[in-house]
């Protein structure tokens, strides 16, 4: 079988699109949806200068030594500032240990929505945690502006979805008034020496993304695998100039599975001995920490029962988190964790 990320452009939606055009990218938004859960958009409308800007600040970061960097550790119920290589496992927010039982090799620094942008709603801590800028020239002005990009294309995703599941126009918008948004900026590098390059290494273990959606900016490096229908995994590289999307847990649970929140993980090949580097931000948009998340209606066959209980924004989360970065195993992703095992 070939597997394939179909594009779809999203300019109809940009732009003040005609009817017709907007009917097209949302029936190949849902087909999309339906059989691969990733899709590559164009059309998005993000401008080079504000990727290239966020790939800079990256470097600006990533570059310092792990003692500077470390100085932007948070505790890990905070979801904010600096990820050192090894500090996570991803695969745990599935309930299942990596082979190795070693951690993700990535580094990572979050940044999110904090309180302090919504003033007047009163939003708890840390789920709307404030953030730690690094002390790197022009990162926090070149990050936030990407920031407000990627959440500009992940509400205007949403409105694609309304139009794809034929629910009412801004259906999504009052789950997302203050959505939980975070960007992870991704390296993935090791410094040399530091590791046996013949061990199974993981970039960043297999699991699925939590929220409603995810733009992903990604290096044209090899590295990223999706799990296909097939239950084998498939390499994935973004087109020149496109942005990844995938749908997260909650979206799946919105549509009882008909659309897929689909298994992934970052395997870097090793080439003479080294990792090529490669990096990757990934944009959540998870919608309101109080936002009960139920199977829509429309989305079950007459007589089909949800598969999944209601929950909330918040509850999702934290199971989710506490297992990729606090290290409690997740028990309640049974299904998905039953997925990978039988992988190959
Ligand atoms: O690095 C990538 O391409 C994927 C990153 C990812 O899946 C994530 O941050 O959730
Ligand atoms: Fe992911």
Redesign the pocket.
Known sequence: MTFAVPVVDIAPYVTDGTTEARARTAAEMDAACRTVGFVQIVGHGVAAGITDGLATAMDGLFERPLDVKSRYRTPPEVNRGYSPPKSES?SLSLGVESATRMNDFFEAFNVGAAASWFPGLDLPQPDYAENTWPDVPGFQDAVLAYFHEAARVARTLTAVFADALGLPAGFFDRFTGHSIDVL?M?N?ALPPGQIDLDGDLTG?GE?T?YGIV?V?W?DRVA??QVLGGDLAWHDVMPDPGALLVNLGDLTARWTNERWLSTL?R?KPPVVDGRIER?R?A?FFHDGDLDALIETIPTCLAPGEAPTYPPITVGEHLTAKLAGSRAGVRNVSAERDAARVRAAT
Request: glycine share 6%; aromatic share 6%; proline share 0%.
């Open positions: 991803l992870r991704n993935y960043m699991h993304d995810t992903l990604a590295g990223l992934h970052v490669r990757s990934a």
